[in-house]
Nanobody
Framework: QVQRVESGGALVQPGGSLTLSCAAA?????????IGWFRRAPGKEHEGVSC????????YVMDSVKGRFTISRDNAKNTVYLQMNILKPEDTAVYYC?????????????????????WGQGTQVTVSS
């Protein structure tokens, strides 16, 4: 399990923007790993938001954030980013990143997410006026 640290969450007004960072802890690397961003809203289960492939850089974005969220990676900085624009109150959640067994809609939904138990601290995003 690659140790990673999520950061960048904050309180932001609707329509605002945030960039979340997922950095590997000292001694670990995110290179070549598929990385996923997930979120858990109050009272709800974890859901897959976006992912990026380690070898080919392919990406997946869930429908409800398509056109607003963009995932990217900087291997030189050992960091994966989630740029979030036009934030809505329904985006309020704790956001987590994780190394993931493949980047696709199939891997980012369903039992792989619900059965995963390696969540870190996450970073809180609150969208409210």
């Amino acid at each position: 399990q690659v140790q990673r640290v999520e950061s960048g969450g904050a309180l932001v007004q609707p329509g605002g923007s945030l960039t979340l960072s997922c950095a590997a802890a000292s001694g670990f690397t995110l290179d070549y790993y598929d990385i996923g961003w997930f979120r858990r809203a109050p009272g709800k289960e974890h859901e897959g938001v976006s992912c990026i492939g380690g070898s080919d850089g392919n990406t997946y974005v869930m429908d409800s954030v398509k056109g607003r969220f963009t995932i990217s990676r900087d291997n030189a900085k050992n960091t994966v980013y989630l740029q979030m624009n036009i934030l809505k109150p329904e985006d309020t959640a704790v956001y987590y990143c994780a190394t993931w067994p493949g980047c696709s809609m199939a891997t980012m939904t369903g039992h792989l997410v619900s059965q995963y138990d390696g969540w870190g601290q996450g970073t809180q995003v609150t969208v409210s006026s």
